[in-house]
């Protein structure tokens, strides 16, 4: 508790200067007195007395000050008369002020940048959503091996009845709350629109502790009862688009998926629900699952897992102790269900590692970018420290009469970094500044057609507590060295002449060229990974995903949102069909319910499989996709055996089904399994054909079991048309529109786009962003380092004028000098490459997992980063260069 | 500016306490007190002395007040705080320790 005597005492001594100095001054006066009084008493006359009281007392003056400084006054006087002083140092020096400043903003504003996504999309990404430090994420496990339904990064859903038991006998948690977004077509205005929404728990706002800004959220009696509760929570963008804020609205009914909803609640303004990159636009209860997820009605079924949940913890209670808990939980279901649970776990994660929504997505790109925009901060400081020796050279003079007068080392050093502290508080504004200005980036480079991405930067007070911390950080990593420097001073030395020595030899050139070789080593890390990413990305380009990607096109038909029943949706799909295959130039065209590379999941269940026998462990599980006749043509991927599916698999024929080559491999040990027989759900579905092997969500994805099943045997009213034609995807467009319009007036097809378009979009979305920011980055620090460089060898060269006089009056010609000063950088940069590439060998494995089908050791991606950093060293050293070369011998010898 | 050596300005700290430790004292009366217990053998540098109590009172170890002296002049008074009690009592018990080993070691040798 001292510091709470001693804070009043510290603000006194800064604020109330005077009156405590009026207070010394009474002090001592009095203590005078008291002496003088004493000597008089022993018989002294007063004017003697006067002066035999100040004499025992001593420098009065002196008493005072040490007083002072024993308040802590002096740190304070010091600190403000060096900010005075340093503004008006950079103030006389506009140039090389303004250049340290830009340094700096770029580094510092690149750093709150990148923070502040992180902070608005990982750390607290749901704006409004109150205490989100202690949400977690429930993400499932399967520890069966091999045929897990997962997605990359191993997780699954969980299913409601889990849930709900979850629920019921967790008790360190404050609530549950289950989450899925959907889709589904709105007309706003006049235009049909594609929005998200939510499958939610009833609890959903109450647990999350948003406060609905009209009408109110759901009750607990919406969980039950299938199909039972049309209700519906719209965001605040759809109730101001689409219902012009209209404050009755509440009663009101919107048809969603077919069904009308009563609209009994808005949710505030900056609510945008809980899922990554999406902004979400209505919410619906649990009950209407079934409405807007496919598959069926999963509420009763364990084994559809479904539910993208998270939950809240009680106060107090660590992640750790809430997970403990809830794997007890799982056990007990997992002895309790065996058919479904078999090797099911739950993890508790913190929302930043949340693997379904866009955090998957964001936080290798993040994290990365991170770790780049900090290195072109070092990059960044370094410059500046350079700048800042070359101005100590220019200030010795002043420096060298500051110590003569006296003035200590450790008072000099805190001059100088004071006025580095200057720079960076000027630059973290501007830094500030530039990261608000970017803080909608992020979207911008994972734009989508259709739905806007909602991928927003935050700064709060955590965005500027870290900028601060970058700040002082680096003011201490540009203004130590040279404040060092500047304070090692040796007075006899400073009044040699420094033009008299050997070019490039000095003492502090070599502190200034160990600078450029840091520079131009972390330039190098940065130069190859981003020709790495940049060579991944085209190779992910050219790679085959299996089915042939050119002259093939795709579009979606939502049936569902125009309010289709199956009879009419599947008569209009046989005549849209039809026709499409009509149309000149179409090759072929067929019907499927997902889209390769897209973030709609595929269908999966547990599969038995006759005449295989599980591992005790183990629950074959697989994924699979609703087609149509012709699918495999149109997608250009090959049959091994078997036939295609025809209008002659409908509903009423046998369940049939197509495998693939893993399929085969793994149930039936690559046997040709025509005919052979395997059971999904209840039904058994015989094997009528083994497909080629095909990526189905992501390039990266490792070969997994996945098997098709008629469109028409599992219907789904959301289709998607692939169309395989040579002709221009704009005219196809146009046919396409003209065809629906026939069938239904009231109809639209969303965006008719290539297959390459869709996975440009789609799958290479994270690589193209972290290629654009490498590319940016990367260059940004190629600049910064060839300026060092630049600085560097330009100086050297002034300061060695006498040197190349001397040298051209004995006989050195132009050409001597140009190879003497280019070799000196290239010197500089060979250190700096060899150090680099020593680094990047070591440091590009580390976003290995970001690389498709290269070598994070690529000869090619360093042979390349070596040409670009060699080329710019080149440009950077020429200029001083031929300088050297326009030395006048007379004049240099003269001086 | 000659600052007296660790051991020297720590003593001072503690004789400072010590002799505001009964009763609240101005400046003056701290340096008379403690060159009269010590039978004038510790005289107290009086351009230290000032110093001194400014940065205890800056460690919150002492308080100051002002108040009316003897002869009816105003004077800053120090007396001790909490803190300043228990400091006070460490370093006491310190230094009976360190000076009972010196003894021990002076007399036996």
Known sequence: MRWLHKLPLRLRSLFRKQQADQELDAELQFHLQAQIDEYIAKGMPVEEARHAALRSLGPVTQIKEECREMRRVNFFDNF?????????????????????????????????????????????????????????????????????????????????????????????????????????????????????GSVVSANYFDALGVHPLLGRGFQTADETGRSAHPVT???????????????????????????????????????????????????????????????????????????????????????????????????????????????????????????????????????????????????????????????AFARQHEITIRMAVGARQGRLVQQLLTEGLILS???????????????????????????????????????????????????????????????????????????????????KARVRSILVVVQ??????????????????????????????????????????????????????????????????????????????????????????????????????????????????????????????????SETAPPVAIVNEKMVKQYWRGEDPIGKRFQLKDKWLRIVGVARMAKYGSFGESPKPFFYVPLRQDFSLRAILNIRTSKDPTLIAGDLARIIHDLDANLAPTEVITMRQHMNRSALRSQQVMVALLSIFGGLALLLAAVGLYGVMSYAVSQSTREFGLRMALGARQTHLMKLVLSHGLVLTAIGVVLGATSALLLTRLFATLLYKISPRDPLAFGLAFLAMTTSSLAACFFPAWRATRTDPVRALKD | ???????????????????????????????????????????????????????????AWIRSQWGESDNNRRAKYYSLTREGEMYLREQQAQWSRLSGAINLVLETT
């Open chain 1, 233 to 391: 929570v719209i965001s605040y963008w759809m109730w101001k688009e689409r219902y012009h804020s209209d404050p009755e609205i509440i009663g009101k009914t919107q048809i969603l998926n077919g069904v009308q909803h009563t609209i009994i609640g808005v949710a505030p303004e900056g609510f945008y629900g809980t899922f990554v990159g999406w902004p979400i636009q209505f919410w619906v209860p649990v009950s209407m699952q079934e409405v807007f997820e496919p598959g069926g009605y999963k509420l009763e079924d364990r084994s559809q897992r479904w539910i993208e949940g998270f939950a809240r913890l009680k106060p107090g209670v660590t992640i750790e102790q809430a997970q403990e808990e809830a794997s007890t939980v799982a056990k007990r279901l997992e002895a309790q269900y065996r058919a479904t649970n078999r090797g099911q776990d739950i993890k508790l994660l913190p929302l930043w590692k949340a693997p379904f929504n866009g955090a998957t997505e964001m936080l290798p790109v993040l994290s990365i970018t991170l770790v780049v925009v900090f290195v072109v901060l070092l990059i960044a400081c370094s410059n500046v420290s350079n700048l800042l020796m070359v101005r």
């Open chain 1, 80 to 196: 403000v008369q060096d900010l005075r002083f340093g503004f008006r140092m950079l103030v006389r020096n506009p140039s090389f002020s303004v250049m340290a400043v830009l340094c700096l903003t770029l580094g510092i504003g690149a750093n709150a940048a990148v923070f502040s996504w992180i902070e608005g999309l990982l750390l607290r990404p749901f704006p409004a959503v109150a205490h989100q430090e202690t949400l977690v994420v429930l993400a499932g496990t399967n520890r069966a091996s091999g045929d897990k339904v997962a997605n990359a990064a191993g997780y699954t859903a969980t299913s409601w009845p889990d849930f709900l038991d979850f629920r019921a006998n967790c008790k360190l948690f404050d609530s549950f709350i289950a989450d899925k977004i959907m889709g589904t077509t709105i007309s706003i205005g006049d235009r049909a629109e594609r929005v998200a």
């Open chain 2, 1 to 59: 500016m000659g600052k007296p050596t660790d051991l020297v300005q720590g003593t001072l700290d503690v004789l400072i306490l010590k002799t505001i430790e009964l009763e609240p004292m101005h400046g003056w009366g701290i340096a008379q007190r403690i060159r009269q217990i010590s039978d004038e053998v510790l005289q107290v540098n009086q351009g230290a002395l000032y110093p001194a109590l400014h940065r205890l009172e800056q460690q």
């Open chain 1, 520 to 649: 131009v080593s972390l330039c190098f890390v940065l130069l190859v990974s981003a020709v790495l990413l940049i060579q991944s990305m085209q190779r992910i380009r050219s790679s085959d995903p299996g089915f042939r990607t050119e002259s093939l096109l795709t579009t979606g038909l939502d049936l569902v949102a125009a309010g289709y029943d199956e009879t009419r949706a599947k008569d209009f799909q046989t005549r849209l069909i039809d026709r499409v295959r009509s149309l000149p130039g179409v090759e072929s065209a067929a019907l499927a319910r997902v889209r390769p590379f897209s973030y709609t999941t595929y269908s999966s269940g547990l599969i038995n499989v006759e005449g295989y026998q599980p591992r005790p462990d183990e629950q074959p599980e697989a994924e699979y996709n609703q087609i149509g006749p012709d699918y495999f043509r149109t997608m250009g991927i090959s049959l091994l055996s078997g036939r295609e599916f025809t209008d002659a698999d």
């Open chain 1, 425 to 507: 508080t000027i630059s973290v504004v501007g830094g500030l500044a530039m990261a608000y200005w970017c803080r909608n980036l992020l979207a911008v480079f994972f734009a989508t057609s259709g739905v806007e991405a909602h991928l927003k930067g935050q700064i709060d007070w955590r965005v500027l507590v870290f900028s601060a911390g970058v700040c002082l950080i680096s003011t201490l990593m540009f203004a130590l060295v040279p404040a060092m420097q500047a304070g090692k001073v040796d007075l006899a030395d400073s009044l040699k002449s420094e033009s008299g020595s050997v070019f490039g030899a000095r003492g």
